[in-house]
């Protein structure tokens, strides 16, 4: 059985090019991959308008979507609701959206990398926690055998050349080492809003580091974009999808 699932990240809705929007629904339209993945900053600065306006576009996706946040799904200019609620809006949007996917042969694992408060001055970099690793390890080490298991973050875990300094994820080299160790094969990002997928060696293994482009106005080197994964007999393919 084949699996494709496209990778998206950075939409940023707020600030989302309302073209490559449009590209990317036609193509889930006309091609039905079996899954959709973002892998956060839905919104530009976590407002209910940008949120709504979101998941009215996923839900016309008309295929099953999962989400996990980016910093810029947590309140910034609302210093209370940042640290008392943060991801209040973005959890109604996942409610709505997420549904068990269960793909033979594939577990799709979600780590969180952001965080409502650090002790640095730049809160836009990422964050793994003790406990976020955990249950990442759980659900790796509760996965059946033979089966691809696949890292859902925002934040890069490492920063290198493909990452260009920006995510200086806090915990994050002690993660992959752990999660590589315990069996997973590719971790999933964003954030920096350039593709990338580069083979990373953790414990005797491979483990591929993966980020998506974005779809928004806020370009960086690369033109709107996303991934497009394809599973077949447990090899995992992954073909950059270039809007324009």
């Given amino acids: 059985m084949t699996i494709r699932l496209f990778h998206v990240s950075d939409l940023h809705f707020g600030r989302a090019d309302g073209e490559a929007l449009n590209w990317f629904e ?41 989400i996990e946040p980016g910093n810029h799904d947590i309140p910034y200019h609302n210093p209370l609701m940042r640290l008392l609620s943060p991801y209040r809006r973005y959890a109604a949007v996942e409610r709505a959206l997420e549904r068990p996917i ?73 993660a992959l080492a752990a999660l590589g160790a315990a069996g997973a094969d590719a971790v999933l990002s964003g954030h920096v809003h350039d593709p990338f997928d580069v083979p990373h060696p953790v414990a005797g293994r491979t483990v591929r580091l993966i980020g998506a482009g974005t779809l928004s106005e806020r370009l960086r080197t690369s033109r709107p974009s996303f991934n497009e994964l394809i599973v077949q007999d447990g090899v995992l393919e992954v073909r950059p999808r270039v809007f324009g």
Avoid at 32 to 57: F, H, N, Q
Avoid at 145 to 171: F, S
Wanted: glycine share 8%.
């Fill in 26 to 66: 036609r193509l889930v339209h006309a091609e039905k991959p079996t899954a959709v993945i973002c892998t956060g900053d839905l919104t530009m600065r976590a407002r209910a308008s940008e949120y709504a306006a979101a998941r009215t576009w996923l839900e016309r996706l008309g295929v099953p979507v999962t």
């Fill in 102 to 174: 269960d793909l033979p042969g594939v577990a799709l694992i979600p780590l969180k990398t952001t965080a409502r408060f650090q002790w640095r001055t730049n809160w836009a970099y990422g964050r793994v926690s003790a406990r976020g690793l955990v249950s990442a390890l759980t659900q790796l080490r509760a996965k059946p055998a033979d089966t691809l298991a696949i890292i859902l973050c925002h934040h890069p875990l490492i920063d290198g050349p493909h990452v260009h300094g920006e995510a200086r994820t806090a915990g994050g080299a002690a």
